[in-house]
């Protein structure tokens, strides 16, 4: 995308600012303002041949102004289509009849009124459902409405809401070992350390005295930095010592990101909202290699030999890959629940059926990768 970008960058340039040769503007003004002036000349009587004259000779000079930066303009237009032709030498895909039953059509726009909810655009979800008449329980709406309620008390400074929903749902958290109940105490008693002038911190020490005590054992090291850190107040003398990242305003902003992650874990939905990732990872490059493959293989009078699994790699962003993905180095192949990832007791790790092939007279298997040797029985199943 590097060239399209620039060329687009120079069409830009060339539209709204000004470079060896006035902006169009310019000298449509200046004829306009001469038109009123000779039309002003014309009423009052005060016309004469020189008066036309000079528009005339004024009107070429300007329209030869005007045709030499429209010349720039389609210039740069002409380099922009010829460096996406080059970026992009095959033509879209085009998918026939992707939306045509009722239960994709139904999944379509479910998808889309739950990303409106998860965005906070209620008044849009609202409308959406009346139209396309979408069936969104009550109860689900009300959880988006009770999230965002929340972020911003959490983006006004206002911890409570948080903190009384991380309480209640403590069991939740504490299976997942997310440390945001944690996290909203130490933001809470951080903004109790700064919050006098001259520095008192008793009633940051009693707050954390009062809250911090249940997750000392998770967290030693944390905690006793937040103590620690007492020595050096003020701010002013925290921000230059050992105890600076305290200090630091991202302690608090990333409370919101990580509560959303918590409270939609808890719905059992993804962290991302839904149409963020049809975007990311179909606009990103998946369709266009799906169609590839495709058509490569109606090319070959082939198909696709398991309805749930690609023949073709499709590259993922990190924050769209949701669970690890183990492939044998020996078979080349992806591990299933048929064909699970085995290792070996020297610790090399392949696919089960590589690791069957492999097995010698004896069930004695000789390691792809060093020269140690064991039984069959002793490779042990991994779970990622």
Known sequence: MEAPLKELAKLEKVAFTKGKSTAIQDPLDALLSALH???????????????????????????????E??????????RLGKALDKKFSTTMPVYSNLFSSPSSIAALERTIALHFLRTGQFDIAETFLKESAINIPIELRSHFMD????????????????????????????SRCSPLEFYL??????????????????????????TLRPFFDEHKE???????CVIYLPLARLQNSPYADLASPSIHSDLEPLF???????????????????????????????EK???????????????????????????????????CPVSKEQ???QNPPMMMTCGHVIAKDSLQKLSKAGGRVKCPYCPSESQISSALRVYF
Not at 293 to 314: A, F, N, T, V
């Open 37 to 67: 002036e000779a039309k002003a000349q014309i009423a009052a009587g005060n016309a004469n041949e020189q008066t036309f004259v000079h528009l005339e000779h004024l009107t070429e000079a300007k329209k030869k102004e005007i045709d």
């Open 69 to 78: 930066r429209q010349k720039e303009i389609y210039s740069s237009l002409s």
């Open 147 to 174: 999230l965002h309620r929340i972020l911003k008390a959490i983006r006004n400074q206002d911890l409570g809401p948080a903190l009384a929903w991380a309480s209640k749902s403590r069991a939740f958290l504490q």
């Open 185 to 210: 105490h130490r933001s809470q008693y951080i903004r109790l350390l700064f919050s006098s002038y001259p520095p008192d911190p008793l009633p940051a020490i009693s707050y954390a005295n009062a």
């Open 222 to 228: 944390e905690f006793k930095r937040l103590l620690g």
């Open 260 to 290: 959303a992650k918590e409270y939609c874990a808890n719905l059992g939905m993804s962290r991302q909202v839904p149409l963020r990732v049809v975007g990311d990872i179909g606009g990103g490059g998946a369709l266009a290699r799906i």
């Open 293 to 327: 493959g495709r058509k490569i293989m109606r090319e070959r009078k082939s198909e696709w030999s398991q309805s749930d699994e690609l023949p073709i790699e499709i590259p993922l962003p990190p924050e769209n890959r949701y669970h690890s993905i183990f492939s």
């Open 335 to 337: 591990a299933t629940e």
